[in-house]
């Protein structure tokens, strides 16, 4: 682990930084970047983008795409993965100067070689390991959230300091840096979303409530149950790990998880998770996402669509509504991030 004390903090302050794209990473990357002293900085948004005037209603200065990339020391590419390959084709390779850096704050690009980066660039990565808006906020409490680092092409001999000093600026620094590669982050942030934290929670929610509901029981109490307490539970772990959580449930609940948890989450469970992982570490993950989104993405929409008729987020819809501090300092608030 590296933190403040084992980077430069400075170096980062004179480079012009270009933050491509203005979303959940990027608004974060930014405004921390400023906040810890880079003077230029600016946004590379495509032409009508709806991200400009958030941009600028903070005080940041918006450029073209291919503007920005000739005029930075330092391209941040925080554009959908799906779509980076191509900018940079269109609108990076051609125009970044010689021995600038280009950078990332996910692997999947360059460790699949869907981007093939010019030899004299610099190419580096610094990964916060949460969801934008936690990046910005953990920032602004004077904290941060872990970042990993990684430096896949040190053209210059200073790629390495360069971004731990980046690092620094988005917050990393004050809760830990830990340095990896871009196979390493890759393969291991896409498992994590797939299995656990998005894969799996979602299904582990949906088949519970749907377990209760074709039971009988009343679609309110199956969301309390099932969606609304996971966050009591997970603050818990989150807070002290598992056995935090187990010293503040009943000894009931307990029993039960040992009980239950192991035929719900079993060894079968383990040796799919273990599928998955093969299919990411073969790249045949990456290959059919990126043949998801040449075709459009009309499964992909199809499947955001059927989850947002589920009637786990019809009856969540009313019932968040009735216990308005829920959003109350959203995280989520698409006016600004
Ligand atoms: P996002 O979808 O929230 O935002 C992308 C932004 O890119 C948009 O807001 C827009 O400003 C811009 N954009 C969209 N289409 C564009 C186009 N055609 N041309 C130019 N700009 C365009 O993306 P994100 O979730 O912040 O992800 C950005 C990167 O950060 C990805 O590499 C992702 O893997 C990585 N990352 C994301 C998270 C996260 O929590 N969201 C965490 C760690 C790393
Ligand atoms: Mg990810
Ligand atoms: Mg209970």
Redesign the pocket.
Known sequence: MFYEKDANPNLIKDKKVAI???????HAHALNLKDSGVKNIVVA??EG?S?KKKAESEGLKVMS?SDAAAWADIVM?????E??AS?YKNHIEQRMREGTSLA???G?NIHFNLINSRKDLDVFMV??????HLVRSEYQRGGGVPCLMAVHKDSSGKARDLAMSYACAVGGGRSGIIETTFKDECET?LFGEQTVLCGGLVELIKNGFETLTEAGYPPEMAYFETLHEVKLIVDLIYEGGIANMNYSISNTAEYGEYISGRKIVDSKTKERMKEVLKDIQSGKFTKQWMDECKGGQKNFLKMREELAKHPIEKVGKKLRDLMPWIGKNKLVDKSKN
């Open positions: 491509f794209g203005y979303g959940s990473q990027g948004l495509r983008s991200s795409l590419v925080l554009t959908p993965d779509l980076q900018i990332f704050a996910h999947l990964a916060p390991k949460g969801p934008g942030d």
